[in-house]
Structure formats: structure tokens, C-alpha cells
């Protein structure tokens, strides 16, 4: 059974910084590359950054670039996510994705079928 699990969600004041990881297991194969997703209360999801299966290629939304960074553990199945000088407009529930599919972009996932998800962890920067 493949399970995400996001963590290292929670409370950051302005100007703060934060490491989201996101844990896999169970995935089939090691090819799959791993997106994170932020929503915000009534908005859509968004993708913000993404990672390739080798962990040397990675995408950045410009919307968050130059404030974030994308890492794959020394075991492969997590992956990090550096959030530095964040704002309240920040503030949302981070999902991480894994996709067999690489294509150098983030697609919306109303435009693509990310195959797993994990459940979210929240994020609130507070104004």
C-alpha cells in the first residue's frame, strides 16, 4: 500500500522558515518524481515545486522562487522542502504528490491525474 505523509507543518511568524518533508512508502518502483501542492482556503491547488526520481532535476513556481528548496534524502523516499522568509499569504495546507511522469512543469491537478497524495500538512504564517 503506498502511503505520503507530509510533516513539518505549523505555526510561523513572518519572516520564519520551515522544512516540510514528505515520506513515501510502498511506492512500486523508484522512478517517481515527487510535487508539492499548497491550498489555501477557497482557492485552488497550486503547485510549487517538484523534484525528478534521481533528485538532480527540480521546479520552482516563480510565484515562491528564490524562497524555496527542494531536496531528496540520503534514502530517496523522502524529500524536503525548504520555506524561508515566508508570508501570511503562505498560509495553507501543503500536499505532496508522486507521479511517474516527468515534464519540467507543475501541472494543476485539474489538468493532470497525480497517481498518490498524501494527506496534507497545514502551514499558517500569521499576518
Known amino acids: 500500500q503506498v502511503q505520503l505523509v507530509e510533516s513539518g507543518g505549523g505555526l510561523v511568524q513572518p519572516g520564519g522558515s520551515l522544512r516540510l518533508s514528505c515520506s513515501a512508502s510502498g511506492l512500486p518502483r523508484d522512478d517517481y518524481a515527487i510535487y508539492w501542492f499548497r491550498q489555501a482556503p477557497g482557492k485552488e491547488r497550486e503547485g510549487i515545486s517538484c523534484?525528478?526520481?534521481?533528485?538532480?532535476?527540480?521546479v520552482y513556481t516563480d510565484s515562491m522562487k528564490g524562497r524555496l528548496s527542494i531536496s531528496r534524502g540520503n534514502a530517496k523516499n523522502t524529500v524536503y522542502l525548504q520555506m524561508n522568509n515566508l508570508e501570511p499569504e503562505d498560509t495553507a495546507v501543503y500536499y505532496c504528490a508522486a507521479d511517474r511522469g516527468w515534464y519540467d512543469y507543475i501541472y494543476s491537478p485539474a489538468l493532470y491525474d497525480y497517481q498518490y497524495w498524501g494527506r496534507g500538512t497545514q502551514v499558517t504564517v500569521p499576518s
Open positions: 523534484i525528478d526520481s534521481s533528485g538532480e532535476k527540480t
